[in-house]
């Protein structure tokens, strides 16, 4: 059963996640340079709690004091941001996801809020005076923007859009920061205002319902504004405030917004990078980038900088890769749907790859479903830096279960007939290391490129049926019979077993 919490801010996720036991606060004493970094990543590699930074020194007395992250760190953890229990089944979640993220409940403007209890500008702003990690050794700087969702304005249709796009702090009151102009929707709203030559007003939200980062982090459509998908996940209105010095909105209990303006022009720009990239490397060099000069913070009192490793290890997934794996299992379904493949049971990915491998399970019903599968799959924009390699299985076949699929992958594909199948130059993701530099030269080509394959697990239908296999295509399993197997469970304890 799921409950319908409504909104929730920071400060009610953190008490929800301390009464489920996934909190755990630290008050020793943690520097924010690399210290931070490095125990989150040791939780993380234990699937351990939520964590909130309590005293972070040389902060005693600032304006900040405390770092939460590892929020939605869990699988578990995001069934309780998304009002389910722990333990909820991966098709649950999905198929929540799915069915949200189509529906829109409007925001509600509020007068003022608690993200106005403080209010700074001019030549006080400092965003040094909060306690921004420099979260791996290998980076640029302290990146204050990991989890922030940043609000910005279609200046044509006048909608708001709210995207996770990492930044760093540059000057007291700069953030030099990752725009995409191709496929990112801040991105497309950029190239908008360059062409008018105005500066792009931002609002970088820091602190506030966890399911605001699960959809500012992974694409809806480009036009949807996500605070209106939000309403629709919460079943209330988001309550938002207008800012201080720029025309957009923000959520009223926010813990930090950040308002800002990017400046178009080339020679504004500011250095940013290294970074520890959601692929598990890092990458880029420090390259010069749009950047966000600072023109307001405004701050609930005692306020908490929400922040996130990024990053995924095979031992420690990152946050960004529970949120986006879930949603990609949801938009890959949903294009699936849409394209009209029947018999989709299940869609997997695991958060380890968060959608760059995708597991489906059908009920096949003919020979070609799995190649429609992956062929809808490539074809969709939305499947643009995703689902590189599709995966293929039968009902009988768990796909949230490694060892399963193991053995459907060693005794269901053979590759020369048909069960691996390659295609090259399709789109691909810019960050992926596997894709030599020259095929993802986004200058040159536009979007990256990958030779995307499907493995096709499913029992082959040119093989005929034969009766001394009951009449199927492959021979009977090991599996006993079910009378011997309920007459030797019905015993158990008479051979002396527990
Ligand atoms: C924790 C986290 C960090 C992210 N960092 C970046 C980033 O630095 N740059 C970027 O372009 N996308 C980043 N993403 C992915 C974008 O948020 C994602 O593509 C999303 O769809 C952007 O919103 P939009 O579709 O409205 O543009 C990140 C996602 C998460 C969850
Ligand atoms: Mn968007």
Redesign the pocket.
Known sequence: MRNEPGCMDLRQWIDMLEREGELHRITAPVSWDREIGTVSRKVLEKKGPALLFQNIKGYERSRGQRVFTGGIGTRDRLALALGFPKGTSNREIVQHVMKKNQERIPPVRVETGPVKENIVTGDAIDLLEFPVPKWHYLEGGRYIN??ACIVTKDPETGVQ??????GMVGRKNSIPS?L?SGG???GQHFTKYAHLKQKMPVACVIGWDPIM?FL?????PAGVS?FDVLGAYRGAPVPVVRCETVDLEVPASAEIVIEGLIDPDPSAYEIEGPFAE?TGYVSDLPTPRPTIEVTCITHRNDPILRG?Q?GNMPNSYS??AV??SAQRAGIAWNILNSSGVPGVLDVYADPITCGINIYIKIRKTYQAQPKQIAAALWGASAGQGRYKHVFVFEEDIDVTSYEQMDWAIAYRVNAGHGGIVIFPGLLGHALDPSTPLEERDVNQLGAGIWNRVLVDATRNWTFERRPEWNNERFPPTVQPAPDDEALVISRWKEYGFD
């Open positions: 990991t989890y859009n709210v995207g996770i796009y990492r990752l995409i990112q929707h801040w980062g500012a982090g992974s694409p809806l996500e959601f996130t990024e946050e960004n949120i986006s």
